[in-house]
């Protein structure tokens, strides 16, 4: 009995492995952008409430990279707002956005397809100015995440690079919130990690 229990572990394992060495990943939508400009386009998470002037995610990123980033962050948008605004984004003839939105659309309660049908729609139409777009993440829910099927959906099928879940690891750690919910300069300086390695490869 034990050793079929163990021929099937050994199985499950040796097909789990391949998967992952197998799993295609999804080409990247217009990549090596063609514009010239770098943004980062969302909400109080991009603006960087919270953060001294200069340690918005952001800007550490600019630092860390030696090139300038446009902040397009404004507090209190939904995804329905950056629908909205989207001209003024591909007015700068960028070559990589970085989006985040998703935080607002839960305190509001605005239904999960609503969200993410706009945030597809952003997606689109960004990527049809000729931009290579990075999909930034955020935990919907306190306990359940009911987001992150839906970010990594429209990753895959849309061609994006995906960072998840910008605030892992940060809410709930006072060394790294400014509030409830907005990072201080420790906690952006984390959120600008986890993105840096995306954002280099997204500039090659």
Same mark, same amino acid.
């Given at each position: 009995m034990k050793k079929?229990?163990? =021929?099937? @572990?050994?199985?499950? !394992? %040796?097909? *789990?492995?391949?998967?992952?060495i197998f799993k295609k990943s999804p080409?990247?939508?217009?990549?090596?952008?063609?514009?010239?400009?770098? =943004?980062? @386009?969302?909400?109080? !998470? %991009?603006? *960087?409430?919270?953060a001294t002037t200069g340690n918005d995610f952001s800007s550490v990123l600019s630092?860390?990279?030696?090139?300038?980033?446009?902040?397009?962050?404004?507090?209190?948008?939904?995804?329905?707002?950056?629908?909205?605004?989207?001209?003024?984004?591909?007015?700068?003839?960028p070559k990589i956005v970085m989006i985040l939105?998703?935080?607002?659309?839960?305190?509001?309660k605005v239904k999960v397809e609503e969200t993410f049908k706009n945030l597809d729609d952003i997606v689109v139409k960004i990527q049809n100015s000729g931009a290579v777009v990075i999909l930034l993440g955020i935990k919907g829910g306190l306990l359940s995440d009911q987001y992150n099927e839906y970010f990594e959906d429209i990753a895959q099928n849309r061609g994006t690079f995906y960072v998840p879940n910008v605030l892992s690891g940060l809410i709930g750690h006072s060394e790294y919130m400014s509030d409830a919910i907005h990072p201080n300069d420790a906690g952006y300086k984390k959120i600008a990690e986890k993105i840096y390695p995306v954002l280099q490869k997204a500039l090659k």
């Open positions: 079929i229990i163990t =021929i099937v @572990f050994v199985v499950i !394992l %040796v097909t *789990g492995t391949l998967f992952f080409k990247i939508t217009n990549y090596p952008g063609k514009g010239k400009t770098i =943004i980062a @386009f969302g909400d109080s !998470l %991009v603006k *960087g409430n919270g630092r860390l990279l030696g090139v300038p980033i446009i902040n397009m962050g404004i507090p209190g948008n939904t995804s329905a707002d950056g629908l909205s605004r989207l001209e003024s984004v591909n007015i700068e003839d939105f998703g935080g607002n659309d839960f305190l509001q």
